[in-house]
């Protein structure tokens, strides 16, 4: 019995959440190379944290608020373009997104809106008491996830005092 124009595909639809960080670096590589080996389609999201600029809240603040959210918004398309072209020489040819939320959830809510197979996403791994006092996006998006989500882990040595 034929499936013709079914996907046998492990993978049809890749999402990674990306940020400036370093740590965002190898899980970008690690996307691309299943993406390719897949067949499947890449989507690559930033979500410009809304926690960091709502405090700016007061009247008084607008004018700060907006430059601040622009830089932010900014930030965000310059990295989705660095990764656009990274999947770009790899002949993808990905869907790019940027939302404004708390990060978790706007990462939890695409995966569902865009019936995503896989999530990939970087981890910085620090020292034991800097994770436990700082919870990070990728633990929680792993934590609440209802689909598959692989952690590509870059070791970040501890920073030297200056």
């Known amino acids: 019995m ?3 124009g079914v996907s046998t595909a492990m ?6 959440p990306t940020d400036a ?3 965002a670096e190898l899980a970008t590589e690690h996307a691309i190379t299943v993406a390719e080996s897949t067949g499947a389609e890449l989507h690559l999201l930033y979500v410009v944290d809304s926690d960091v600029y709502s405090s700016y809240s007061g009247d008084e ?3 700060e608020f907006e430059g601040l959210e622009s830089a932010l918004e ?3 398309e310059e990295t989705l373009e660095e990764a656009t072209e990274q999947a ?3 002949g993808l040819d990905p869907a790019t997104t940027v939302r404004h939320g708390r990060p978790a959830e706007e990462i939890l809510a695409y995966a569902d809106e865009e019936d995503v197979d896989l999530l990939i996403m970087g981890s910085k791994e620090r020292p034991g ?5 700082l919870g990070s996006v990728t633990e929680r998006v792993s934590r609440l996830a209802s689909r598959p989500v692989t952690i ?3 070791p970040v040595e501890a920073e030297a005092e200056t």
């Open 21 to 23: 960080e370093k740590g």
């Open 2 to 4: 034929g499936s013709a």
């Open 88 to 90: 770009n020489e790899a």
């Open 11 to 16: 993978y049809d639809r890749i999402l990674l």
């Open 152 to 154: 590509v882990k870059t």
């Open 74 to 76: 900014s930030i965000g």
């Open 61 to 63: 603040y607008v004018h």
């Open 129 to 133: 008491e800097y994770r436990q006092l």
